[in-house]
């Protein structure tokens, strides 16, 4: 019951929300660089034809180029992973204080204090312009944005700009053609041509480049981005409001998964109060969730329904990730889900790996991708045709978003995946033998 709230709370087997409501959801929260568009977008969406989804995202970038929406980047230490949250124009103030992020332009080299200096002065500001009115070379340019993201200092209105300047590629991002000619390496050959190609191959690098920084930079600081200051007092009340629209039932544990906010006790203060007025209610609505749980009265009224029978769903099949915050799970709170040997299984939370859950019970537990597939308790051959189906869509999300360039399934409960029983079926699904893996290639799907 608990599996069945959690996905209708979240939007992912009822009908599919506007995606200003998931923005309003998920806004804060960290997800891994594409996560938000192929984890949460596709899965709320996962009815929609590949053109509708399409639009969905589209709507998202204009989102983001017409200033509705801020997106930040954050990296704690030089080797942790770039992680990725946006939040509506002028609600900056609820993730970070200001004067605490100014002080950190103070820790940057000169350049990126240049280029502080001058949005500050002349706001939201193109490549060229940066280029024009500073006396920084390109290169530095591009390392001062860089060292002025990663500190939490800086946004643009394109995506892709944003990605380039950090560093980040999409999975299909194209790669250089190899040559099919019988000596592909000879020195001399490359001679030859770099004498012919070198200023073309350049300029067309410039240009490449110059379309990967298109977007306006400008200062999170500023008051479009960050808002207006609000007491510690309101700033409590909004973010536990925020925690309650993002889980509907709220304990401790979840709060411990987020990031910018404030000490819980001062979150816990501003829910006593809200309960006190009367808008939340407090209780003991989830069995196995410790500590006392604060609701919103539609996610209480959500519970008593799925308890009560009331409106239960047809078939249902969901392919999620284990870092989506629908699957709130780790730490203190159990995933609680048996192998088909009936032995516990170790999940991670990792927005790489997923779970297969069908009419509300996982079934199967996908690692990296899927190339490791752990049949849950439960699990029968039926579910293989819808499984095939969510690892195919992956394949047919636009080219950024794809995780990987083709589906790789290396084991299945610990065999080689073509020595599982299961070979079967996924072979007649496209799926080819290599060596001893099973590979899904977009020419397939």
């Known amino acids: 019951q608990f599996y069945h709230f959690l996905l209708q709370w979240h939007q992912i087997t009822t009908p599919a929300p506007r995606l200003a409501a998931l923005i309003a959801r998920y806004r804060g929260y960290r997800f891994v660089a594409f996560a938000s568009e192929r984890e949460i977008v596709h899965t709320r969406f996962r009815d929609a034809t590949v053109n509708s ?8 970038s204009e989102s983001l180029a017409n200033g509705e929406v801020i997106q ?10 770039r992680l990725c949250s946006f939040h509506r124009r002028g609600e900056g103030h609820l993730f970070f204080e200001k004067n605490t992020l100014v002080k950190k332009k103070d820790e940057l080299d000169a350049a990126a204090q240049v280029v502080f200096a001058f949005l500050q002065e002349n706001g939201a500001s193109l490549f060229d312009d940066l280029n024009a009115g500073t006396d920084l070379s390109r290169s530095q340019i591009l390392d001062a944005l860089k060292s002025l993201v990663e500190n939490e200092l800086l946004s643009c209105d394109d995506e892709q700009s944003l990605q380039y300047v950090v560093g980040i590629q999409p999975t299909n991002e194209p790669q250089k053609r190899p040559s099919n ?3 592909p390496d000879q020195p001399w050959r490359a001679r030859a041509r770099g004498r012919r190609r070198g200023m073309r191959s350049g300029f067309s690098q410039f240009k490449q480049q ?12 500023s008051f479009a981005a960050h808002g207006k200051e609000i007491t510690p007092e309101l700033l409590a009340e909004k973010q536990a409001r925020l925690l309650l629209q993002r889980y509907g039932v709220l304990v401790k544990e979840w709060y411990r998964r987020e990031n910018g906010l404030l000490p819980w006790y001062r979150i816990f203060t501003a829910l006593k109060r809200l309960e006190w007025q009367g808008d939340i209610r407090r209780g003991y609505f989830v069995h196995g969730l410790s500590g006392v749980q604060y609701a919103l009265p539609q996610a209480v009224q959500l519970l008593e329904k799925i308890q009560q029978g009331v409106g239960e769903l047809e078939h249902q099949v969901v392919l999620i990730s284990t870092g989506d915050p629908a699957l709130p799970f780790g730490g203190m709170l159990q995933w609680n889900v048996r192998s088909s040997q009936h032995e516990n299984v170790a999940i991670t939370r990792s927005f790489s790996n997923h779970i297969l859950i069908v009419d509300s019970k996982p079934v199967l537990y996908l690692e990296n991708f899927a190339r490791r597939l752990f049949p ?13 189906a969510q690892l195919k869509s992956w394949l047919q999300l636009p080219a950024p978003f794809r995780p990987v360039k083709n589906i790789t399934i ?12 299961w070979a079967a079926q996924f072979t007649n699904a496209g799926f080819e033998q290599s060596d001893a893996m099973l590979v899904l290639w977009p020419s397939a799907v």
Request: glycine share 6%; aromatic share 8%; net charge positive.
């Open 53 to 60: 989804l399409e639009k969905h995202l589209q709507e998202f």
């Open 72 to 81: 930040r980047m954050h990296r704690s230490t030089e080797k942790s992973p």
């Open 181 to 183: 000619e019988l000596f």
């Open 210 to 221: 110059q379309k990967k920084l298109r977007g306006r930079w400008f200062l999170t600081t």
């Open 376 to 388: 849950l308790a439960g699990v029968t051959e039926a579910i293989l045709p819808e499984l095939i």
């Open 410 to 421: 290396e084991f299945i409960d610990g065999q080689p995946a073509t020595k599982h029983r």
